[in-house]
């Protein structure tokens, strides 16, 4: 018969220092999982058209005519006005809510030219040199640029009545009563600082978190 031998102490230690880090792990996840889906706000500046638009996430006019009953001509679309491309959000690394797009890069390009004019400041500079490799004014030409857009999946303390968020790029001259006034949440501002704790609307930059309709339904039930 085998008598039965206790681990050693060493061994206890380090089944210790693993739990312990798992645990810590854990506790250090900004996000356990994501959702089916966000929006994107993306602001048209004058050249562009609806195929280039749609072409960088990977979708069609099909895709995002759901998204977007204003726009009846796949052929046209205004300047200044605003296109909703749509995208799984993701937890990535535990760390935070987003998704990943691939970009290729062409002669010239930097990641301040990718991130203003081609994703409409939907990321940023900082978040493409943080995710790629590459010098930031020093891209390869044809290079596969790694594009992160954060999202949102609403926050069940704040309300369950949203389930659909749009990332929103801010733009000079706008504020919290504009946008909420743009979302038809004038009566909801508190409602719509409430998701975006600590952000100055008035900032002329950065994104905030718009609660939504996806263009089929009124209200989504929060996930």
Not at 107 to 134: E, I
Request: charge should be negative.
């Amino acid at each position: 018969m085998i008598g039965y031998r206790r681990p050693f102490p060493g061994f206890q230690f380090l089944l210790l220092l693993l739990f312990r880090a798992s645990f810590l792990l854990q506790l250090e996840s900004k996000c356990q999982n994501g959702c089916d889906l966000a929006l994107g706000s993306y602001y048209v500046t004058a050249g562009l058209n609806l195929s280039y638009i749609t072409g960088l996430f990977g979708l069609t006019y099909r895709d995002v005519s759901p998204y977007n009953p204003n726009i009846t001509d796949q052929n046209y679309v205004v300047a200044g006005s605003r296109v909703n491309v749509y995208f799984p959000c993701d937890c990535i690394n535990g760390d935070f809510l987003g998704h990943s797009f691939s970009y290729v890069a062409l002669s010239g390009d930097t990641y301040q030219k990718v991130a203003t004019d081609y994703f409409a400041n939907l990321t940023t500079a900082a978040w493409l040199a943080k995710f790629n490799r590459y010098s930031s004014t020093q891209i390869p030409d044809g290079a596969t640029i790694n594009v992160t857009v954060n999202c949102s999946c609403g926050n069940k303390s704040v309300s369950h009545d949203y389930g659909l968020f749009e990332t929103y790029p801010l733009r000079p001259g706008e504020n919290l009563s504009s946008v909420a006034e743009e979302f038809e949440l004038s009566s909801k501002e508190d409602l719509l600082q409430e998701y975006n704790p600590g952000v100055n609307f008035s900032a002329g930059k950065g994104i905030v978190f718009i609660p939504t309709k996806d263009g089929k339904t009124s209200t989504i039930e929060n996930i």
